[in-house]
């Protein structure tokens, strides 16, 4: 079956410094990822998605992921996380429906906390 | 288009009573889904809709839930006799239907949170 893991619940960090947010997927297809951030208070929006082509890739407001395929990995990073990175983190894989039709998995999110 | 809405924003509800819940999706968005969350977990998917065909169905939605999209617009789910285990946040998310070249993003709404006592 198809699943995405997130191992880091919750995490606390102090601005400036750097993020990395662990994913890994079972999924034995071409995948389709992405990650979704909530603000506190706000809907879930989309922060990037991977479909094809360089692994590496960039989002909104500074965050990258990268695609390891050889490890099912789709880790989340950013450089220098600022108090407004204060969120609640979700990734998430395109996977296949019993009909032939897709959803979406996501994992259980992890928590970040900005100290200022 | 202001995005996604839904209707109510709260609910609470005794064990046993049925519920309805309303999703407005953005206008010329034809795909429409359904998810629910529970707290510490991520959505979890229900039920997705093109225009208003339903094209797939989680085991999660037992036969106590059903939803609609009669127009293919806005969209209803409904469950019946209530159970504590049903207490979550019911989200909706619209999308263009995705080609093999492109993505469409799935916008999502605000969500209805349901209390069952």
């Known amino acids: 079956a198809q699943s995405v893991s997130q191992h880091n619940h919750h995490v606390i960090l102090s601005e400036a410094a750097s993020l990395e947010l662990g994913c890994n997927y079972s999924?034995?297809?071409?995948?389709?990822l992405f990650w979704y951030v909530q603000y506190p208070g706000q809907h879930l929006q989309l922060l990037l998605k991977y479909f094809s082509g360089d692994p590496l890739v960039k989002g909104i407001k500074g965050f990258e992921a990268e695609f390891i395929k050889s490890k099912f990995s789709f880790n989340l990073r950013k450089p220098s996380v600022q108090w407004s990175d204060t969120a609640e983190y979700f990734c998430?894989?395109?996977?296949?429906?019993?009909?032939?039709?897709?959803?979406?998995?996501f994992g259980t999110g992890t928590r970040l906390k900005v100290l200022a | 288009d202001t995005g996604v809405s839904q209707d109510p924003r709260h609910k609470i509800t005794k064990r046993g009573q049925n519920v309805t819940f309303r999703c407005d999706p953005i206008?010329?968005?034809?795909?429409l889904y359904w998810y629910r969350q529970t707290l510490g977990q991520g959505p979890e998917f229900l039920t997705y809709f093109q225009n208003e065909a339903q094209l797939e169905k989680s085991r999660l939605l037992s036969d106590r839930f059903s939803a609609e999209r009669p127009k293919g617009s806005f969209s209803t789910l409904e469950i019946q006799r209530t159970e504590q285990g049903d207490s979550a946040m019911y989200l909706c998310?619209?999308?263009?239907?995705?080609?093999?070249?492109?993505?469409?993003?799935?916008?999502f709404g605000p969500g209805t949170r349901l209390t069952v006592l």
């Open positions: 206008s010329e968005h034809n795909r």
């Open positions: 998430a894989v395109k996977g296949w429906g019993t009909s032939g039709t897709y959803k979406y998995i």
């Open positions: 998310a619209s999308s263009l239907v995705p080609t093999s070249a492109s993505y469409n993003e799935q916008f």
């Open positions: 999924y034995g297809g071409t995948v389709n």
